[in-house]
């Protein structure tokens, strides 16, 4: 039986967490069960801005949650924030850093998830899955306007090749197509163990190639990297010499690509097919045109939503944030 003294230790040493943009069940009962109090249900702003996090210590955010620095100013005695996955671009790391509060993240729960649905765009681009289920569901049976192109033979450039984008090669290679990548600040050895071609300049990887995938991070470098001046260079012709047309997936980030030029290429046939997963403003406008271009199909920031990835992100974010509030070295720590 535990001695007094040990259970009023443990109520002092008890963490009081906010989960406010969703975890699974397990992740949510394994947090409980390392002695944690963990509070879910989503917060507004400008609750937030109000001190709404005052009295705790911790807060698990997905993407839909911004942490500002107005609102990591109001949130007194907090100690650490879990980003459940892997882009931190809605944090103040900043204000964290000048307040003492500890960011962890979760960089390799959706890793499968995201190449798998990179996989799936460029297949949806090429075959033009998309938009002859729609026709289909219209009653059209629209066959022989439906001729789509192979990927097999064709180049795949990668913007950024980290883990994720490593996969997805590895799917591109084993359909048969020519690997390129531009990442300045990847070893080459890496590279050359997938037998990727590496370019020192990005107008370089464009002009090489008729598909280009996305994999980097956004940051003011990259910000708009996919502009109108890089979509004019890519080749509409495969090197098997099939009129393939050109093809942009970007499952990373809004903001890489300028959706205003992609649109206008999509007008003017510079630019085939383009497949987003990420947008400059979520929710997407429902006014965007390119919604209703034939040339485009998107989903809703859905790279990381699968039964799978949802419980290793909650999983992993919550044995860091715990092992942060507890003092302990966390490896996947980014302030």
């Not at 996955?85 to 809605?90: F, K, L, Q, Y």
């Not at 406008?285 to 419980?311: K, M």
Request: aromatic share 4%; charged share 20%.
């Amino acid at each position: 039986m535990p001695r007094f003294i040990d259970i009023i230790e443990s109520q002092w040493t008890m963490a009081r967490i906010a989960v406010v943009d969703g975890m699974a069940s397990q992740a949510v009962n394994h947090l409980a069960s390392l002695g944690n109090e963990v509070v879910e249900g989503f917060i507004e702003k400008e609750m937030l801005s109000h001190g709404a996090l005052e009295g705790f210590d911790a807060i698990i955010v997905r993407s839909a949650t911004k942490l500002t620095a107005e609102v990591i100013s109001a949130s007194k005695g907090l100690k650490v924030i879990g980003r459940a996955g892997v882009g931190v671009d809605n944090i103040d790391l900043d204000a964290a850093i000048e307040a003492g509060i500890t960011v962890v993240n979760a960089p390799r729960a959706a890793t499968t998830s995201v190449i798998e649905l990179t996989i799936a765009h460029l297949l949806t681009s090429t075959r033009k899955l998309a938009i002859s289920n729609q026709g289909l569901k219209a009653g059209l049976w629209e066959k022989n306007m439906m001729k789509g192109s192979e990927i097999s033979g064709k180049a795949l450039g990668f913007v950024g090749f980290g883990r994720i984008a490593q996969g997805v090669a590895t799917m591109a290679k084993a359909f048969g197509m020519e690997i390129h990548a531009y990442d300045p600040y990847l070893p080459k050895q890496i590279a050359e163990r997938l037998e990727a071609r590496m370019h020192d300049h990005v107008n370089d990887l464009f002009r090489m190639c008729t598909h280009i995938t996305i994999h980097c991070n956004l940051t003011e470098e990259t910000y708009h990297l996919v502009n109108a001046q890089r979509l004019a260079l890519m080749p509409q012709l495969g090197k098997d010499g099939v009129a393939c047309g050109s093809h942009v997936v970007n499952c990373a980030r809004g903001g890489i690509v300028d959706e205003d030029a992609a649109f206008a290429a999509l007008e003017s046939g510079e630019l085939t097919t383009l497949a987003l997963d990420v947008f400059e403003v979520e929710p997407v406008d429902p006014e965007n045109p390119l919604l209703q271009h034939p040339g485009f199909h998107g989903t809703p920031h859905i790279g990381a939503a699968t039964l799978e990835a949802q419980v290793r992100v909650g999983m992993n974010i919550a044995d860091a944030v715990n092992a942060a509030l507890t003092g302990e070295d966390v490896a996947t720590r980014v302030a």
